[in-house]
């Protein structure tokens, strides 16, 4: 096996030339896949990213009131208080759509909701200044908000300013009670993640002149129990409306998995084709094993007639082949590697080679340099001393 191998290499580097455009194909393929299989996961990395700010925790519910089938916020508060085994948080969701004014300053990219107390437990975000909106703000309508922190550093300067300080919504005089802490680190733009003003829902029913909330958001205690608790509310709803077209629920988590295994499959659609150049380079490590076999045909004759066996013949062609294409997954590796950074880095996303993408690529190189270079093998293998000695 040692000697078989020590005369692999040998051959190898007495036709680097040939050698290399060997394992051209092999480089290519095994970056090919490396390269999509890299770039696929980042960006499903970054999807997942970008749903968890949302809240993979969250099923957000929208209904269709009628005069004749309505649901009301206390209808909902109570389904929810007879499931708090599924469910933690709940809040009534009323966006105004209005602009917020401190002096001559008017921001009207600024979202603007109505929520309930539980709200800032449902984004899990903190509070840099000031409290939370209470209940007691909710049943007495108090003109209170809490405001994002780019809305604070906007109109006041800063979180401790704002404390305290009078915002114009939509007209109506609000006080500010609470501040966030800011969210995104990097950057704050208009209608950003810091920009947002909450109000209590109840100000905001009466500012949007509709007497119907047509939007919840539950978060559930366990993301296992997803399905169940979209069912659970679902089950509710029909038996008030008898009609699944008026109302939506979607849960995020579920939503998550869906778009997951979309891009799972989007990936090993994209790994096939790429693994369709590693076949190409098979089918070219075999031809130019034949190449070797014929041009080498005298050798093994003298080889055969020295006494070499036709397993030590078929061994020795069977490692040549394996040994390139080997070698030219590693370069592969190294070609896709570099280059799943440079394109991420190019792509805007943190893009690695992945394990098993390097795992699969490289086996594959090597699987394809054995199946391949048998049948030259097997070939050389094959030929009968007499008639290899007499080749030219």
């Not at 007879?82 to 009323?94: A, G, H, I, S, Y």
């Not at 778009?259 to 369709?276: D, K, T």
């Not at 076949?279 to 020295?306: C, D, F, P, Q």
């Not at 340099?369 to 080749?391: E, K, M, Q, T, V």
Request: charge should be negative; hydrophobic fraction near 45%.
């Amino acid at each position: 096996m040692l000697q078989s191998f020590k005369l692999a290499i040998k051959s190898i580097r007495s036709n680097k030339m040939r050698s290399f455009l060997t394992m051209l194909g092999i480089i290519i393929g095994v970056a090919s896949v490396i390269i999509l299989v890299s770039l696929v996961n980042a960006y499903m990395s970054y999807m997942t990213e970008s749903f968890a700010s949302l809240g993979t925790n969250q099923i957000n519910v929208n209904v269709t009131n009628l005069s004749s089938r309505s649901v009301s916020a206390d209808d909902m508060y109570q389904f929810y208080e007879e499931n708090t085994d599924l469910f933690d948080n709940m809040t009534p969701m009323v966006q105004v759509g209005t602009t917020v004014k401190h002096g001559s300053d008017t921001m009207s990219a600024t979202g603007v909701s109505g929520v309930s107390e539980e709200y800032l437990d449902i984004k899990a975000f903190d509070l840099a200044q000031g409290r939370n909106i209470q209940y007691s703000d909710i049943v007495s309508r108090q003109k209170v908000c809490v405001i994002g922190y780019y809305v604070a550093s906007e109109l006041y300067g800063s979180p401790q300013q704002a404390l305290d300080e009078i915002l114009k919504i939509g007209g109506y005089a609000f006080r500010i009670v609470g501040v966030a802490e800011r969210q995104d680190e990097e950057d704050m733009d208009d209608g950003g993640t810091d920009d947002f003003v909450w109000i209590p829902y109840s100000c905001a029913v009466k500012m949007s002149r509709n007497a119907n909330i047509n939007n919840y958001v539950f978060t559930i205690t366990d993301l296992s129990e997803a399905s169940r608790a979209s069912e659970a509310i679902e089950d509710f709803l029909y038996e008030t409306f008898k009609n699944d077209d008026l109302y939506r629920v979607t849960a995020m988590s579920e939503m998550l998995d869906s778009l997951n295994s979309m891009i799972a499959m989007v990936s090993a659609g994209l790994g096939g084709i790429a693994g369709i150049s590693l076949l190409v380079a098979g089918v070219g490590v075999m031809n130019i094993m034949l190449v070797s076999v014929t041009e080498r045909t005298r050798e093994i004759g003298i080889r055969k007639a020295l006494g070499a066996k036709k397993g030590v013949i078929l061994q020795q062609f069977v490692i040549e082949a394996a040994v390139q294409s080997a070698l030219g997954g590693i370069l592969g590796i190294l070609l896709g590697s570099v280059a799943t950074e440079a394109v991420g880095a190019l792509a805007g996303l943190s893009a690695t080679p992945t394990p098993g993408a390097i795992l699969i690529s490289f086996s594959v190189s090597v699987a394809i340099g054995l199946f391949f270079g048998y049948a030259p093998a097997r070939r050389a293998a094959s030929l009968n001393p007499i008639d290899a000695l007499r080749s030219e």
